[in-house]
């Protein structure tokens, strides 16, 4: 079975508390994510767990994440790290840290899109933007936290992925866990652990160190 789909009925069947509507209730992801743009700063680690078709198990990894919401963040995997993410506040940057090649993408690139979004970055960063760019097709809550399923509504995202989940506290209006189903079948899960909230931040974590990398045209 899916591991979205197995995700969504293990809270179902461990939580008894929760329900489903029929009409999504979408407000409390409405307030979490008003609420997170009041964040100065966020620092967090969180586990990836990838499956897809030609694995035989799971592949977990490491990861952290140095967030300015709204301005800039560095998102790498791997202990050591073996990718990494970063937006300047202009440009995208993907980095592979073992072979040391990288690209410079668009914040608007579809293949990227998504994942600022869920990082409140763009101008398509609040309930409003999220929702012009995917439907939230069904929600599930208890006095703790809240999961949206929403599927893209672009074909263009369509091509990277199917649908992504995304479940908040209630109590932090943190971000916990955001999955992903791809076309090809792969799926990932990023399950974030509990974040370090307002510290001052170093600049040079948003900065890519050029001559460093070879760069894709």
Not at 84 to 100: A, P, Q
Not at 132 to 154: D, G, K, L, Y
Not at 156 to 178: A, D, G, H, P
Request: aromatic share 8%.
């Amino acid at each position: 079975m899916k591991l979205l789909v197995c995700f969504l009925l293990l809270f179902l069947v461990s939580h008894p508390a929760w329900c489903q509507d029929a009409q999504p209730d979408v407000e409390p992801l409405r307030a979490a994510l008003a609420k997170q743009k009041e964040l100065k700063s966020v620092q967090v680690k969180f586990r990836q767990i990838k499956t897809a078709p030609a694995l035989a198990e799971p592949i977990k990894t490491m990861g952290q994440l140095w967030l300015v919401p709204g301005k800039a963040f560095r998102w790498e995997l791997g202990t050591p790290k073996k990718t990494s993410v970063v937006f300047d506040g202009e440009s995208v940057f993907v980095l592979n840290e073992i072979k040391k090649t990288a690209q410079k993408l668009s914040p608007n690139d579809q293949a990227i899109k998504p994942l600022l979004l869920t990082l409140g970055i763009g101008n398509e960063a609040s309930f409003e933007g999220l929702n012009s760019i995917f439907n939230i097709t069904s929600t599930n809550q208890n006095a703790e936290r809240h999961v949206s399923v929403m599927v893209p509504r672009s074909r263009l995202i369509r091509n990277f992925i199917n649908s992504m989940l995304m479940q908040v506290n209630l109590k932090t209006s943190f971000v916990e866990r955001i999955g992903w189903t791809q076309k090809d079948g792969t799926e990932m899960m990023t399950e974030f652990l509990k974040p370090t909230l307002n510290e001052p931040l170093e600049p040079s974590l948003f900065q890519v160190q050029a001559e460093q990398y070879k760069w894709s045209q």
